[in-house]
């Protein structure tokens, strides 16, 4: 039973580049969340993804944008990409049945550094 | 004032000692609540769900206190292999973190 599997592991981009990062969920699940995670902090919620749709966001930008496809994968976009934007990007997803109170699982994530 | 406090630490023990950490949250209706273990550059997993009356997975014990707002996660007979952060996790219709306690068991 495979779980949360984000791609690439690394990345490394030049500030004002665009990337994109992918997540298939854990098997069965159908919630997909972002996170983005500095160096010494918890993670930071970007948004979350439910039925194709974007049901919550956290305060990022909109350089920040995501898709969640009929498969349940997800990707996550970013523009204009900053310095501050290098950091590890976490993936999470859940069975959440439109309850939302549900456990969420984290792929390994993807590690951004920023040029 | 944060959704998620937690203190940093870092906790440092010797093997076999008893090691609490503390999370405060600030949304009275928060809906649920989780421990979360992150070894150093890895994805935190999942440790326990945090429940009302308080439950226990081996040498892990896990409170919440409503009242008071904050939940609570203790650690019996500390193995090196327990060095690691932990993160507590409060969902107030999504997930908020705390910033994690740092843990590290020395022989």
């Known amino acids: 039973d495979a779980g949360v599997t984000q791609s690439p592991t690394h990345l490394i981009k030049t500030r004002g580049q665009q990337v994109t990062l992918r997540c298939s969920p854990k098997?069965?699940?159908?919630?997909v969340s972002w996170y983005q995670q500095a160096l010494g902090q918890g993670p930071q919620f970007i948004f979350q993804?439910?039925?194709?749709?974007?049901?919550q966001r956290g305060n990022f930008p909109d350089r920040f944008s995501g898709h969640q496809f009929p498969n349940y994968s997800s990707e996550l976009n970013v523009n204009a990409l900053l310095l501050g934007d290098s950091a590890l990007y976490l993936c999470?997803?859940?069975?959440?049945?439109?309850?939302?109170?549900?456990?969420?699982?984290f792929g390994d994530g993807t590690r951004l550094s920023i040029l | 004032r944060k959704e998620v406090e937690q203190d940093p630490g870092p906790f440092n023990v010797p093997e076999g000692a008893t090691v609490a950490f503390n999370c405060t949250y600030s949304?009275?209706?928060?809906?649920?609540f989780f421990w979360y273990r992150q070894d150093c550059r890895k994805e935190p997993k999942l440790l326990m769900s945090?429940?009302?009356s308080g439950n226990e997975d081996g040498r892990f014990t896990a409170q919440l206190n409503r009242a008071s707002q904050y939940i609570s996660l203790l650690i019996r007979d500390s193995k090196l292999s327990d060095s690691a952060t932990y993160l507590c996790?409060?969902?107030?219709?999504?997930?908020?973190f705390g910033r994690g306690t740092q843990l590290t068991v020395w022989p």
């Open positions: 999470a997803s859940s069975l959440d049945r439109g309850r939302r109170d549900q456990p969420q699982h």
């Open positions: 098997s069965g699940h159908d919630t």
């Open positions: 993804y439910y039925e194709e749709e974007e049901r």
């Open positions: 949304n009275s209706a928060s809906q649920s």
């Open positions: 945090v429940y009302s």
């Open positions: 996790a409060v969902n107030m219709g999504r997930l908020y």
